[in-house]
């Protein structure tokens, strides 16, 4: 199977031109939505934060320690939430993806810089992003279950799963 980078660039398109603000405040709600929607046809995957102040933590190490799976809990714990996307490995090459599209993982770094070390899961990414508290409120919360809506649609008509 070839992997469907312009398809997925498309809706990415599509998605990041009709819902406001996606990367200001939304970045975690984006990536557990296109986590979970690229689990089925990736192995490796990874969900992983940017924080300046956080570069040398890790989400693993962090885990056993964050109670309540909030984001102030996380970043008690050293983890920053500059940014939130998704990587995964296709035929040995390392992509990275957000609202606005995927790239090389080294491109992603350039842009936003080398995220903290481990991964989240989907549904850890999920309870963090549901919480409002502490994310940036220029993105429009109500448009989330429009978004996932439309992204799974998307996809659905893509993979067919």
């Not at 940017?50 to 885990?63: H, V």
């Not at 989907?122 to 919480?131: H, L, M, Q, R, T």
């Amino acid at each position: 199977m070839r992997f469907p980078f312009k398809q997925i660039e498309d809706i990415l398109a599509e998605v990041n031109n009709k819902y406001i603000r996606i990367n200001w405040g939304g970045c975690g709600v984006m990536a557990g939505i296109l986590a979970q929607h690229l689990t089925p046809i990736v192995h490796d995957i990874k969900i992983v934060s940017y924080g300046p102040w956080s570069r040398n933590s890790n989400i693993d190490d962090a885990r056993p320690k964050v109670c309540n799976n909030s984001m102030a809990d996380w970043e008690v714990e050293g983890i920053g939430f500059g940014h939130v996307w998704v990587e995964f490995k296709w035929n040995g090459s390392w992509y990275a993806v957000d609202c606005e599209g995927i790239r090389t993982r080294a491109q992603m770094y350039d842009k936003w810089g080398s995220p903290c070390g481990g991964s989240w899961t989907v549904k850890e990414i999920k309870a963090i992003s549901n919480n409002r508290q502490g994310w940036n409120s220029s993105f429009r919360r109500d448009q989330v279950p429009s978004m996932r809506n439309h992204i799974g649609r998307q996809f659905n008509n893509l993979f067919y799963y």
